[in-house]
């Protein structure tokens, strides 16, 4: 980048999205911080169950302090900005809603796309950005072969985000800046301590942000008591995959597909969630085996390097943030739909998760898993 | 970048005239008006003739004068020493939070409290005031103007109810004071807070005018400073400076600067409306103090609105601020019937004696762009929310 832009910093409270600031302030642009209010801390604390306070967490009133003295501290105009109500409309309901439905939900994807590269760049337009820069492990290209813009995997191979980012599109990707993308992250922190940020030793996040303590099950019955809502009555059977009742569950958002805890059963052998029928509230269980499976349908497909599949194309595709990326073959099925092919069965694909396809570092796309 | 400050209903510059009378209290003057020698004895004097000043400025005697840290604790003074448990309060959904949560904590301490509507100018209806009188009913709280809209209460017909009902009668006058005319007697309240910094004193300074013969429960205690009604070594260069405040005020209404200030005020608001589509004022018709402008623009979000200006360098409000920093929908806008969308394209101006007709000029040069840049970049709207899965 030869000329100076105005850039707008998604700013989190965080070292990485900190150093972000910093790193584009030292270049000389003219840059903006920005928070996003997404969720108010307090407004479930101290109902049944759930934590009186949390600190120390994305929207918490230390990270908005902390982002806030780093802006200061660096010298660029800081605001704090409001989208509880989206947040809540576009990924919290949701988010519960899919555990009721029996799927395991992804709300950072969610939020990534309906939040943070979709309200926060309006709002970075609105007061005159150019760019909006995150503190993501990823990286941005723009493929002159191609003319579409690349969503890339980080240097860094272990906090690579980019399966939370397969949602963007080209017009997001085209305004966004990932200065992390080229680094791992004790360089960050070196970078944070070079720029004398007082927060760079700061513990990584790592939960839900909005789901303190990561019981999201105490979450989604505080949230309902407090909406006035009564938990939808899910409880059912537990049977094997021959259709045997082994026992019964209290609700089938309390389970994820490879779940081996809090079965209630007692077998010789261990155990595995492996099927949530949602229509007759059935939860399959059986032995590990059962776990794996070749083939996945993904729908809500989101295509970044490419603007269609023509044709089944190889990729190695992975089905949850953890997994390592499995050979397979892609090809679309219908309109919004593609059917995932893996070389090898993999264990656990979960509903409600994403499967994101790569070609070497490059994401290919993305689609929800059905 | 010239900056233009025009959200003088946060807070206000010190007027240097203001500052010159408060500065030789720091240092050279830095007595505890309390102590018996020629230090104290200074201070204490410069602390009597500050009150007589506050008094002249509502039209009461200097005795009926309690220096406070500001308007906050004017407002917690005035309900928490007027009321207790067991007793009825009337107050209004408009009022500013120091009032408000003032009462919410009496009323989880055993005081009933009614809310009274506002109508679609946000103006309290007397008659409703006089409805939502009981047999226990202690206190009532309306403030003199808005700090949202600037519009002016009913307060002498409230007054009166008061009267006639025996009850106390507190108002905010913190977005009033020293901006029009007042007399606490013509008002016939019992009480009314005011603002230092609100009026070109310093923050930490502010007064609640108690009439005489009052009963009022203090809040601190301590030493027998303000009568015993407010314990804590006074304030002094505050209080100093709100005394010089107060006599500025008053000279300013002999020279007409508030008409003048309204002409400024008016012009601002006549133009933006002239030039910008799908706007209106928010208590329009309704009488206002002469600083304040509050305009809704459709399809804007406030909040990137007053974020767009200020990176320009033009100063003005939306909402109320959360801890977090971030912008809530005006409580004010949406008690006066305003959807949410409108309450939160809804901009504050208000205006301070340090503004001329340049930054009226200025402000205009800034907002119908600003407005026409946020409307071309608003998201088209969306379908409703992506529900993944229903409920069931």
Known sequence: MSDLKTIAVAMSGGVDSSTVAAIVRAEGHNVIGLTMQLWNQRRLAGHEGMPEAVKGRCCSLDDVYDARRVAEHIGIPYYVVNHEERFEREVVRPFVSEYLSGRTPIPCSLCNNHLKFDQLHVV????????????????????????????KRPADRSKDQTYFLFGLTQEQLGRTLFPLGGMNKPEV???????????????????????PGGDYKRFIDAYLA?????????????????????GEHAGIHNFTVGQRKGLGVATGSPLYVIQINRADKQVVVGSDDHLYSRTLRGHRVNLISVDELREPMRVSAKIRHRHEAAPAMLEKIAADEVRVTFDEPQRAVTPGQAAVFYDDDVVVGGAWIA | MRRIYLDNNSTTPVLPEVLDAMRPYFEEHFGNASSIHHHGQETR?????????????????AAEIVFTSGGTEADNLAIAGLAEPGDHIITSCIEHHAVLQACKHLEEAGCEVTYLPVDGRSVVDPDDVRRALRRNTKLISVMLANNETGVLQPVEEIGKIAAEADACFHTDAVQAAAKIPIDVRKISCDAMSISGHKMHA?????????????????????????????????????????????????????????RKMSALRDRLQQRILAQVEDAGVNGEGAPR????????????????????????????????????????????????????????????FSLGKQNTGEDIDLALALVPEAVARLRELAPTPRKGPTLIGRWQ
């Open chain 1, 124 to 151: 970075a337009r609105q007061i005159g950005a150019d760019f909006v820069a995150t503190g993501h492990y990823a990286r941005v290209e723009y493929s002159d072969v191609s003319g579409r813009w690349l969503l």
């Open chain 1, 226 to 246: 407090e909406s006035g809502e009564s938990l939808p009555d899910t409880s059912g059977e537990l049977v094997t995959p021959e259709g045997e009742v082994i």
């Open chain 2, 289 to 348: 103090v002469p600083n304040t402008c509050n305009i809704y623009f459709d399809q804007i979000d406030g909040e990137a609105m007053v974020i767009s200006l200020d990176l320009k360098g033009l100063a003005v409000s939306t909402g109320a601020a959360c801890s977090s920093g971030a912008i809530e929908p005006s409580h004010v806008l949406i008690a006066m019937g305003l959807p949410a969308d409108r309450a939160r394209a809804s901009i504050r």
């Open chain 1, 189 to 211: 922190r070196e970078l944070a301590r070079k720029h004398g940020l007082a927060l760079a030793e700061k513990p990584d996040s790592q939960e839900i942000c909005f789901v």
């Open chain 2, 45 to 61: 004097a410069a602390v009597e003739r500050a009150r007589d000043s506050v008094a002249a400025l509502l039209g009461c005697s």
């Open chain 2, 202 to 258: 310093p923050q930490g300074v502010g007064a609640l005018y108690v009439r005489k013969g009052t009963h009022l429960r203090p809040l601190f205690f301590g030493g027998r400073h303000e009568r015993s009604r407010r314990a804590g070594t006074e304030n002094v260069p505050g209080i100093v400076a709100l005394g010089r405040a107060a006599d500025l005020a008053l000279q300013s209404f002999e020279r007409d600067d508030d």
